[in-house]
Every structure is written in C-alpha cells, then in structure tokens.
C-alpha cells in the first residue's frame, strides 16, 4: 500500500476508533413523535440532551448501546440554553469522556455523534468554523463559549455530542441554537446547567421587576454628572426587587457595583449569572441629583 | 501525525469511473466498470432508454447498451464493447465490516463537473432509521453516509479509505447519502462475470 492509502486508513481507524470510544456513552432518547433524539451520559445515571428535542415530560425512555430500552424521568429543562437533563438507573452504561472545549481552534477535525433506535453509533464529520467567547442564545440563555462547526446536524442527531478525533466530548450539538449552523454547547455551559436542573429543575434567573430604556442625558447633565447616559426606568410593579429598593418611575440607572451601565448588555449579563438573592449597589440619577441604592437580585418568575 | 490525502485512493476510483448519457445531450449521471472492462454498473434512474452513450476516463465516446435494469433496487449494467480492454474495474469492498466514522470518498459528476471527489465517513448499513420516510423502500438495505452528493452523482461509486466500492450512489434522503449496497451489484451481475 502506497504511504498516501496507507495514511488516510490510518486516519479513518482513528475516527472510527473516536466514534466507538465516545458512542459507548450514547442513548436514544424517546421524547418526542416518530424519530428519537441522541442523549449523552454524562455523569453517572444523568443524560444530557436538547430541550427542543424532548416534547413530552413523562413516559420517557432511553436506548442503551447494547439495545436495550430503559424507563428515564425527566430532571428539569432550560429552553435559553436549550438542554434538558434525564434520570436513568446508575451503571447503565460507560460515562462521557469530556474534552476541554477551549483547546479546539478553526479546521481542528471534529464529528457529530448520534446513536438512532437502530443499533452502532452515527457520525457526520467536518471541522470547526469559528470559536469564540460567551454569548447570549435568542432564547435568553448564556452559553459560556462560541463553537461552531460545519457539520450537518441529521435528523436525531440533536442532543449528540461534539468529539474530537480522540474520542472525547466537547459538549451537545443543538440544531436549534442559531439555524442552519451547527452549534455546540460547550462542557461548561452543560455543567452549570445541570447542576441546577438536577438541584431545583430549572435555571434560576435573576430578575429586576422593572421595564427600562436605555437614554442618553443632554449636554448639560452629561457635563454636571460627568456621564452619557443610563437605563430609564419606566414602569415598576409592587413587591418587585426594584420596588423593594425604593427606586421610583423616571430615576436613571448609571452604574452597578460601581460600573458604569450604558446599555440592556451589561444588566442582562449580570442577570444571566447565579445571582438570585445576591445584593448590588445601584448608581441612580434621580431628579437631576446623583443617589444610590440597594437591590436584592430576585429570581425571575417561571411561566406556570 | 503525517497529512492524509485523498488523492491516491481518489485516483484508483475515478480510473474506472465513466459518465453515462442518455441521447447525446446533457452531463447524465456516473457508473464504474465492475467485474469487465466492457460493463458498468450505473443508477437504473440514470439509464431509462436501451442505448446511451458512455464516456470513457480517457474522454472517449463510445456507444453502450443497457443489458440489465433493476428499478426495484435502482441499478443497470452497461454493456460497451469499445470502452476498452485497459480500463481498470473497480475493486469491491464490504460495508458490512465497516465502522461508522469511517472515511468514505465518493466520485460522480455533481451537476457535470466531471470526476468530482467528495469525501465524508460512513455511517450505516441496513434499513433507515424508523421516522425518515422512503416511499416503503427504507426497509431496503442502504449504505448511509454522510457525504455530499448532487444530481449527477446518480450511479458513481461510494467507496472506502482504500478505494473499494462499497455501494452505488443512489439518492439524498434528509440530507443523509444513499448508496445500494455492493451485494446487489454483486446479485446483478450474476452469470456475466
């Protein structure tokens, strides 16, 4: 055999090798009519898969590697980020191998895994496009790091992992994220969410109670205050965490903990976090005039 | 580790690959010499007449005759006395015994770039997962890859790191490539090689 075959069967054993390794770890998951999704086991007797893929909340069940079909209960969900979280009986199967997601560049060599109703692993090959640094979903929820790849996302393969050609997990393949491009949860984003699914069955977010816009201050308040601008406030509900805090209608929100705030950004970074019942010190412009004020974080109300 | 080309295994398969015209006009689809250098398994979507003409890798013209048609299964055998006796035929291989993320490359003429190479890997063999729909011929056994094919890859072959026919490009369901697998070739062809 010539050094060229030689090389490239070389390298399709290598990736076969990685789709073995990392299918171990694969259940499908039936949530949902007709085609199942793709689970991952991620910690001991937890499932990883995506939100938008499982569509009911009980009569859940998983099909392990060997073929068997085992009952699964669902733990919690979080639409922002797309993932949702089962309970299966411990020791069913090999756990996840996880990567470090920071670690993958553009035109590292990746595959998408998914494991169907119909025996061995799948996979779908191509190479990371882009990465980068945190970012929002449109639906609301903070996913730690930017990774895109120009993989195709087949039917059922959403809620698979993302894995390197040594076989480990750099975190779930969601079709739905940012359509048509292939997007990856990374291992962070998935650890922090999990923790809550599994700890109260939600991701708490934090939450102000109060609608705002973004204003920019004249010329001669933006001189006297030595600022641009702010977050008006333009409606306040009783009981709220604004309320609470004595703000009033018409004060300006210009700082928090002491930084400037000159846009929703920076606010809806601060309440992405784990912040419920955590306090801040608010820099307020009310009436002309410089104040401050204390908040305590409240947790954004769920819609029943 | 050492680069990996696809090229020497690219340019065993497309040695024994030819294009396959119906009436002279158009780029038509693929088929690769199989068992003889003097027949070609081909797409039976592909041939829907008795005579075609069939381009050689060395872009000679010759005329063929479609002696086998298989709808149920999608293949044809042409036969075309002139090709040649230096054309080289395709080696089989097995997808029975492969892995899924194998390599795969596939070689046709998407849209009548001629000779065109797509690589990917494999990633089944047998019916296709209960949900993706196939007019009743999902039960049928399909070589699944994930691999770009397009109109023009109809009839080429789908073959492995090494270059071995594994299956007959036939269609794209769900995005997913389809290929029939080596064994129905191997079953058409019974008696004539």
Known sequence: MSGDLKSLTTLSEQLADAVAAAG???????????????????????????????RRDDDITVTLPNGKRIPATLAGRDRGTDLAVLRIAPGSLPVASLGDPGTLRPGHLVLA???????????????????????????GGEIDRWLQSDL?????????????????????NSGGLSRPL??????ATVNRVLTQLLERGYVARGWIGAAMQPVRFDLAARRQLNLEGGLLLLSLEPDTPAAKAGLLLGDVIVAIDGKKLEGFDQLL??????????????????????QTADLVIGERPRRP | MSVAFLSTAADLLRASVVQIIEGGRGSGGAGFAWGRPDLFVTSAHVVSRKRVTVVTPDRRTVSGAVIRRDTDRDLAIVHAAGAGDELPVARPGDPNTMRPGSLVVAVGHPFGMVDAVSAGVFQAVGPLPRGLGLNGK??????????????????GPLAD????????????V????????????????????
């Open chain 2, 138 to 155: 999902g039960s049928l056994p399909w070589v699944q890859a994930d691999v770009r094919l397009a109109p023009g890859n109809s009839g």
């Open chain 2, 174 to 193: 769900s995005g997913l490539a389809l290929a029939v697998p080596v064994e129905d070739v191997e079953l058409l062809f019974s008696g004539l090689v």
């Open chain 1, 182 to 187: 292939a997007t990856t949860i990374p291992v």
């Open chain 2, 161 to 172: 790191a090494e270059g071995r026919v594994i299956g007959v490009a036939a269609m794209v």
């Open chain 1, 269 to 290: 970074d601060l309440l992405g976090g784990e912040v419920v019942g955590k306090t801040v010190r608010l820099d307020l412009v009310r009436g002309g005039r410089p």
């Open chain 1, 113 to 139: 895994l998914a494991r169907l109703d119909d025996g061995g692993p799948r996979a779908a090959f191509g190479a990371v496009s882009a990465t980068g640094g945190k970012w929002r979903s449109w639906k």
């Open chain 1, 152 to 172: 195709d996302i087949y039917p059922g393969f959403g809620g698979g992992p993302l894995v390197d050609t040594s076989g480990l997990v750099h975190g779930v």
């Open chain 1, 24 to 54: 171990a770890a694969l259940v499908a998951v039936h949530a949902r009519p007709r085609l199942p999704s793709t689970g991952i086991h991620w910690r001991d007797g937890v499932v990883v898969t995506t939100e938008g893929t499982v």
